[in-house]
Nanobody
Framework: VQLQASGGGSVQAGGSLSLSCAAS????????MGWFRQRPGREREFVAA????????SYSDSVKGRFTISRDNAKNTVYLQMMSLKTEDTAVYYC?????????????????WGQGTQVTVSS
């Protein structure tokens, strides 16, 4: 089982980036999916999550209104559209597949993790 995150890079504050997470070897169409990030010197934190059928999404307060999570089950891919980026969004971003069809905030609710993609926002 493999989750491959991509789309990270460097951008100036106020800019946008779009992350993708493609799954291989198995389908995650019945699993909730989430994005987490780890900022320098901090623990991994929840960013956004989406249920298996896209009916439910959740966001951390720090990204609400700026980030949008979506998924395409036919492509076995989940996305994170990031807008109005701030320097404090600088982090390694990880996608993860949940144990169940819902997507919890708690990282212990996720079984499969991608390798992470670096997002750097400069002022």
């Amino acid at each position: 089982v493999q989750l491959q995150a991509s789309g990270g890079g460097s951008v100036q504050a106020g800019g946008s980036l779009s992350l993708s997470c493609a799954a291989s070897r198995r389908t995650f169409s019945n699993n909730g999916m989430g994005w987490f990030r780890q900022r320098p010197g901090r623990e991994r934190e929840f960013v956004a999550a989406i249920s298996w059928n896209s009916a439910f999404t959740s966001y951390s307060d720090s990204v609400k209104g700026r980030f949008t999570i979506s998924r395409d089950n036919a492509k076995n891919t989940v996305y994170l559209q990031m807008m109005s980026l701030k320097t404090e969004d600088t982090a390694v971003y990880y996608c993860a597949a949940a144990l169940k069809s819902v997507a919890p905030v708690d990282p212990t609710g996720y079984r499969y993790w991608g390798q992470g993609t670096q997002v750097t926002v400069s002022s």
